[in-house]
Nanobody, 116 residues
Framework: QVQLVVSGGGLVQPGGSLRLSCAAS????????MGWYRQAPGKQRELVAF???????NYADSVKGRFTISRDIAKNTVFLEMNSLKPEDTAVYYC??????????WGQGTQVTVSS
């Protein structure tokens, strides 16, 4: 019955920044690695970044050096700091467990649009 609530998306110009938040209704980070995913129209969903139970992070090559994943375990929240945004970053962003996603965690995501 745990729920994930994603927020922080919006419309930004190329080169701009956004910070996404993923808040869990229960304590799950001690048992799960967490990932940020995105899906652009007509494209397959892809993994953007993940953070392990031990706090180790990893990133897709397309966002490495621009995005940062972090977490606040006490607040049951995962963040994605996105800098130097590009039009190709435009997508709906989701969070979920990693590497085994939970169907019930997908939700509606949050729209990120990068356009001038």
């Amino acid at each position: 019955q745990v729920q994930l609530v994603v927020s922080g998306g919006g419309l930004v110009q190329p080169g701009g920044s956004l910070r996404l938040s993923c808040a869990a209704s229960g304590s799950i980070f001690n048992a799960n690695s967490m990932g940020w995913y995105r899906q652009a129209p007509g494209k397959q969903r892809e993994l953007v970044a993940f953070i392990t139970k031990g706090g180790i992070t990893n990133y897709a090559d397309s966002v490495k050096g621009r995005f940062t994943i972090s977490r606040d375990i006490a607040k049951n929240t995962v963040f994605l700091e996105m800098n130097s945004l590009k039009p190709e970053d435009t997508a709906v962003y989701y969070c979920n467990t990693y590497p085994q996603e939970r169907y019930e965690y997908w939700g509606q995501g949050t729209q990120v649009t990068v356009s001038s």
